[in-house]
């Protein structure tokens, strides 16, 4: 199955506008249990489930419309149809329509903060053309199509705690994204916005080299597979021990196969490995402080409310969010 006919097969096959214009928003979300690597590029389908929790406020609210010719605005700004995010939407936009369209997104997600801002953009882009074109289409739905655009934009469909199930099925149909019960209003993420130098490798790339050429990956499904079960049982008691080990040794043990690959694939900077130092050091005098971090040179803190000043003074510059208002 290709990437036309899965999409074909969730919409129905129909695309015609019936309204002017469709929208829809969506925030980013980081992973706490990754997604890294794929058992089918073209359809974006995981080796093994994942688990994240959306930042709410940081995201895409994004406008489609039929037009003479396609264009693609961010914040205002004509992006050039040769770039790399013009023609990966657009790409999209044509497992629907031969139409020409015009998207017009505005984001809230800092250009250089290492966030994803791709799993909000495909995210925010499926519920508008969904809006746009009627289909009417239920969070699976929406979730299986975002997929198609990028991975983790599978879970930026929904807010709160996501967990995305990795399904078996060959054309994807078991693939998607469900959020999570469980609300915890006192939980805390925050953003060390370390360098907004461009990343070495584009982390689609670096999947692909981790799965081809680590032999430590070969350990990542038992890897996932008990931090996914932690998860789960830290969210449900409102466990922060729990939820920062798992997390941690997640995100740790990714970059582990990052680095197993050939060539290695090393996304840490200097600032990096210091802020991680950062955080041990905190925790070992008393304040529990965890971290994840994605393929990128950034690194995430995870805390409670009750810690957010003692965060603020080791880590001046950090930015908090509160994943649940
Ligand atoms: C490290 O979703 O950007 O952020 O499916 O190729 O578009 P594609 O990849 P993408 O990969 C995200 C990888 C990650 C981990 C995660 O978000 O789970």
């Not at 329509?97 to 015009?102: A, D, K, L, Y």
């Not at 994204?177 to 370390?194: H, I, N, Q």
């Not at 790339?205 to 830290?234: C, F, H, I, N």
Request: proline share 5%.
């Amino acid at each position: 199955m290709n990437k036309h006919e899965a999409a074909q097969l969730v919409t129905g096959g129909t695309s015609n506008w019936v309204k002017e214009e469709g929208e829809g928003g969506a925030s980013v979300n980081i992973a706490l249990c990754k997604y890294w690597g794929k058992r089918n590029e073209e359809l974006n389908l995981p080796v093994t489930s994942s688990l994240s929790i959306g930042l709410p406020g940081l995201g895409a609210q994004t406008k489609v419309r039929p037009a003479a010719r396609d264009a693609f605005f961010v914040n205002g700004t004509p992006m050039d149809s040769a770039a790399k995010a013009a023609a990966r939407v657009f790409d999209f936009i044509r497992l629907f329509t031969r139409e020409p369209v015009e998207v017009k997104t505005e984001s809230t997600v800092p250009l250089a903060a290492g966030l994803a801002s791709s799993a909000s953009g495909f995210a925010a882009l499926t519920k508008a053309l969904n809006d746009g074109f009627g289909w009417n289409l239920s969070g699976r739905g929406l979730s299986i199509l975002a997929r198609l655009g990028s991975g983790s934009a599978s879970r930026s469909v929904f807010d709160g705690f996501v967990r995305w199930q990795a399904g078996e099925r060959e054309d994807g149909m078991d693939s998607f994204a469900e959020p999570l019960e469980a609300v915890w209003p006192d939980l805390r993420m925050g953003l060390l916005l370390l360098s907004d130098k461009a990343k070495p490798i584009g982390s689609r790339e670096a999947m692909k080299r981790t799965v081809e050429t680590s032999l430590l990956y070969r350990q990542w499904p038992a890897r996932v597979k008990e931090d996914l079960a932690g998860l789960q049982e830290a969210v449900s008691r409102r466990d922060l021990t729990q939820l920062g080990r798992h997390a941690e040794q997640n995100a740790l043990g990714m970059h582990a196969t990052m680095l197993e690959s050939w060539p290695p694939v090393m996304y840490w900077l200097p600032e990096s490995v210091q802020a991680i130092h950062g955080v041990h050091a905190l925790r070992e005098s008393g304040v529990p402080v965890y971290f994840t971090m994605d393929a990128g040179p950034n690194v995430k803190l995870i805390f409670t409310a009750a810690h957010e000043s003692a965060v603020r003074s080791a880590f001046p510059e950090v930015r908090i969010i509160a994943p649940f208002g």
